[in-house]
């Protein structure tokens, strides 16, 4: 099935230090990547949709100065979280769609930010 | 999109068939439902999709009603690993548009 693998799986920073995470689709190209958030006990909830080569799109209430996503190939999206916070810790999980056929979204395993 | 509803709850015995609900009585014609399942500190997990045929894969069977308004998602032999909070998503496929919207899920607990 298709992968998708992020980079680190783990981080613990320093407040107003910004942290980037990288999510990689290794076995298909994705034209369109998504960033989710989940705080513990909650649901998946949608940051942005990222296409390959053009701005994100980001949903209500999700600070586009605050959290940075660049999709510069078919496979790799990153995200940044500039000047980063405590209550900017969460679980930050990317997914990647398929191009094609049933434009199945696949998940990676998630990032666990922890900010002090 | 259309919304699902789903119990927030369930257990199963270990070795028995898991059968999950789903309720999308707004779904459009062109809408998939889709199944997720996330164990707890991972990545959500794509397990089946369907439209209105009723589908089977490695992992589960997907029966959808003739009128398209519930579904559900049966794990034949659930195992103490098949404890997840599975999500029940309703979408549109075949476009490059249109987002996976999670809810809240149904949290099934595999008892031995």
Redesign the interface.
């Known amino acids: 099935g298709a992968v998708v693998s992020q980079h680190p799986s783990r981080v613990i920073c320093k407040s107003g230090t910004s942290v980037k995470i990288e999510c990689r689709s290794l076995d298909f190209q994705a034209t369109t990547m998504f960033w989710y958030r989940q705080f513990p006990k909650q649901s998946l909830m949608l940051m942005a949709t990222s296409n390959e080569g053009s701005k994100a799109t980001y949903e209500q209430g999700v600070e586009k100065d605050k959290f940075l996503i660049n999709h510069a190939s078919l496979t790799l999206s990153t995200l940044t979280v500039t000047s980063a916070h405590p209550e900017d810790s969460s679980f930050y999980i990317c997914s990647a769609r398929t191009s094609g056929g049933y434009n199945t979204q696949y998940f990676g395993p998630g990032t666990r930010l922890t900010v002090l | 999109d259309a919304k699902t509803t789903q119990p927030p709850s369930m257990d199963c015995a270990e070795g028995r068939a898991a059968n999950l609900p789903c309720n999308h009585s707004t779904i459009s014609g062109n809408e998939?439902v889709?199944w997720?399942r996330?164990i707890h500190?991972?990545?959500?997990?794509?397990i089946i999709?369907g439209l209105k045929n009723n589908e089977t894969n490695e992992m589960a069977s997907l029966i959808i009603t003739e009128d398209r308004k519930s579904s559900t998602l049966i794990l034949p032999h659930a195992t103490l690993r098949d404890t997840a909070v599975y999500?029940c998503i309703v979408r549109v496929?075949?476009?490059?548009t249109?987002?996976?919207?999670?809810?809240?899920?149904t949290t099934l607990q595999v008892k031995p």
């Open positions: 998939y889709y997720y996330q500190s991972q990545g959500p997990q794509y999709h999500y496929a075949n476009s490059n249109g987002k996976l919207i999670f809810g809240q899920g």
